[in-house]
């Protein structure tokens, strides 16, 4: 088995997980920095998994 990357503090699931997306980091508005520094919520990468749809 492969092993998946880490999560991201900012990640609701495991990237591919079914009814999940990519968005942009809401605290970095997707630029992977903030204050000059790496953003925490995403891991620099500016991207975050959340859930998608609703109910």
């Known amino acids: 088995m492969a092993q998946q990357p880490p999560l991201n503090p900012g990640d ?3 990237p591919g997980t ?3 997306g990519e ?3 809401p605290a970095c508005d997707g630029s992977g920095t903030k204050d000059g520094e790496t953003c925490e919520v ?3 990468t500016g991207k975050v998994v959340q859930g998608i749809g609703g109910g």
Do not use: K
Request: net charge negative; glycine share 24%.
């Open 42 to 44: 995403c891991g620099g």
């Open 18 to 20: 079914p009814g999940t």
């Open 23 to 25: 968005d942009l980091c």
């Open 12 to 14: 609701e699931a495991e």
